[in-house]
């Protein structure tokens, strides 16, 4: 079976299906908002030069050295762009969790995953459409599908916007309220992803399974350049060992579930796309406990 066979999926969603996954979409992004305080952004007040920096290489090296790394592995045009994706959503929350375990710099990492969550609804469908049209391969498949830009921008700055400033709106004026949601809220929007993610893998499993030593090369090799991007960043800033760690899983941690409902509900349901962020998801928590374990050990 030939990896590129993945070009050819598409997870195709019923009227019903669509409007569901949209909903998981605006759940996760509620649950992430119902997380934020304002003093979750205080890093920027105490060390306003680190902040910006690790801002900086979450939202531009990251991407960027996606960029590069296509270039130099020539995925399958789907492919390339569930990595383009992947590489523009907002940092995960446990990329907080990591950096609490390898007594990395908390503070920091949670400054860092706020900033990035908040401005994901405006960066996100901007990043995810410069980088997929830069690269050629990926500019040529969304033509194919009639892919409609000024739509997914606008589609998905709404989807992630409304919910994310009705989030932090929530969390500020009634933060009792807001911790009582944010559980349910997120569990909603995880059941939501975990049927559209049964739904294609149930549909496509002998091609996917065939495929998954491939996917999961990629998927290594890249996750595997955004931690050393972390790892650079901090070296560049001269920062401490737990600032330098919280910065490793900040980069090299990603969202992977926000992708995939965006990939399944803007991208026409590109398959390929899609089980890039699957088995992403899946990797960064086995490469991050690794990491995890490395550093308490090793002690760098």
Do not use: C
């Given at each position: 079976?030939?990896?590129?066979?993945?070009d050819e999926i598409r997870i195709a969603l019923d009227p019903v299906g669509q409007v569901g996954?949209?909903?998981?979409?605006?759940?996760?992004?509620?649950?992430?908002?119902?997380?934020?305080?304002?003093?979750?952004?205080?890093?920027?007040?105490?060390?306003?030069?680190?902040?910006?920096?690790?801002?900086?290489?979450?939202?531009?090296?990251?991407?960027?050295?996606?960029?590069?790394?296509?270039?130099?592995?020539?995925?399958?045009p789907s492919i390339a762009l569930g990595m383009f994706v992947v590489a523009c959503c907002p940092g995960g929350a446990v990329s907080n969790l990591l950096t609490y375990w390898s007594s990395g710099n908390v503070a920091y990492s949670v400054s860092l995953t706020a900033t990035s969550?908040?401005?994901?609804?405006?960066?996100t469908p901007a990043l995810i459409l410069f980088w997929s049209k830069l690269y050629a391969p990926t500019a040529t498949l969304l033509s194919s599908i009639a892919f409609d830009s000024?739509?997914?921008?606008?589609?998905?700055?709404?989807?992630?916007?409304?919910?994310?400033?009705?989030?932090?709106?929530?969390?500020?004026?009634?933060?009792?309220?807001?911790?009582r949601l944010q559980k349910p809220a997120a569990l909603?929007?995880?059941?939501?992803?975990?049927?559209?993610?049964?739904?294609?893998?149930?549909?496509?499993?002998?091609?996917?399974v065939a495929a998954l030593p491939m996917l999961l090369v990629f998927t290594m090799l890249h996750n595997a350049a955004a931690f050393v991007t972390g790892a650079i960043a901090g070296l560049l800033m001269r920062a401490d060992v737990p600032t330098r760690r919280a910065l490793i899983f900040e980069v090299g941690i990603q969202n992977s579930g926000l992708a995939i409902v965006i990939l399944l509900g803007q991208f026409d349901?590109?398959?390929?796309?899609?089980?890039?962020?699957?088995?992403?998801?899946?990797?960064?928590?086995?490469?991050?406990?690794?990491?995890?374990?490395?550093?308490?050990?090793?002690?760098?």
């Open positions: 079976m030939e990896i590129a066979a993945l996954l949209a909903l998981a979409l605006m759940l996760i992004m509620f649950s992430i908002a119902l997380n934020l305080r304002v003093k979750d952004f205080v890093f920027l007040l105490q060390r306003p030069a680190l902040f910006v920096a690790g801002v900086a290489a979450q939202i531009i090296a990251l991407p960027f050295i996606t960029f590069l790394l296509v270039q130099v592995l020539e995925p399958p969550s908040a401005l994901a609804a405006l960066l000024v739509a997914f921008l606008a589609q998905t700055t709404i989807l992630l916007a409304v919910p994310l400033a009705t989030g932090m709106l929530l969390a500020a004026r009634a933060p009792d309220l807001a911790r909603a929007g995880a059941l939501g992803l975990v049927g559209a993610i049964v739904y294609g893998t149930v549909q496509f499993f002998p091609l996917l349901g590109l398959g390929g796309a899609a089980a890039i962020a699957a088995v992403w998801g899946v990797w960064h928590l086995i490469a991050g406990g690794a990491l995890v374990g490395v550093m308490r050990r090793y002690d760098i």
